[in-house]
């Protein structure tokens, strides 16, 4: 991809200012999400997002889990698909919890006119954000549940995840090979928790489709 980072924790974004940011790249990528607790995999209840919990590749996922391990613990690290988006040296994540086609409510080009009476668009407005030079701060008010942008609005909380890292990492190119997840047991508290593979019913499609619809897919396939 031309950029290469450390491997590290990735942050919950908190809206700053980044107006003068405009985007330069766009890739699929596969990030990884620890969960933990008994019923935090097969259990009904909404998945929650916990502080350090999404990580730029599986060992920085296992090393989170081996300190918040206590005596019965169990943890879960599923990859998910995600968009990055980078300018300069500011490098945003996009994904999205509690679904099993992340981002597949999400068009490319805006579905209505005008937002709600509460909300203003801001001054460089586009019907499309997945183009060059587009700006950063427009990309991330797009994931926004209340935007312009959404089929059916996802949930305001614990969906939709803007993250960033203060570090540099390498990106995990996005495929369409079937997504992975472990599931994690002890052997001891003397030893590192051993991980074994279970089923990860997450698709990366509709990630896929988005960066297939952007203009950084035409030009990746122009100079390839």
């Not at 730029?56 to 990859?79: P, T």
């Not at 668009?121 to 942008?149: A, C, H, Q, W």
């Not at 074994?196 to 619809?213: A, C, E, G, W, Y």
């Amino acid at each position: 991809m031309g950029i290469i980072f450390k491997n590290d924790i990735l942050f919950r974004f908190k809206i700053r200012n980044l107006a003068n940011l405009k985007i330069q790249e766009m890739h699929p990528i596969k990030i990884y999400y620890c969960l933990y607790g008994r019923n935090s995999w097969h259990s009904t209840w909404t998945q929650k997002y916990y502080k350090d919990c999404m990580h730029s590749d599986l060992e920085s996922a296992k090393s989170f889990a081996e300190l918040k391990r206590v005596q019965g613990s169990v943890f879960y690290i599923k990859e998910l698909p995600a968009l990055l988006f980078i300018s300069g040296d500011t490098s945003i994540i996009v994904t999205q919890i509690n679904e099993l086609c992340p981002l597949r409510q999400y068009s490319a080009y805006a579905l209505k006119e005008n937002l709600d009476k509460e909300t203003k668009k801001i001054e460089s407005f586009k019907d499309n954000y997945l183009t060059f030079n587009s700006p950063m701060n427009g990309v991330v008010l797009s994931f926004k549940f209340n935007s312009r942008f959404w089929k059916t609005s996802p949930p305001e909380s614990n969906s939709i995840m803007v993250l960033y890292t203060t570090n540099k990492f390498e990106p995990i190119q996005l495929k369409t090979t079937k997504l992975k997840a472990w599931k994690s047991f002890s052997v001891g508290s003397d030893y590192k928790l051993l991980w074994t593979p279970v089923d990860n019913k997450v698709s990366q499609s509709s990630v896929l489709r988005l960066f297939k619809q952007s203009e950084f897919y035409n030009k990746k396939h122009i100079n390839s």
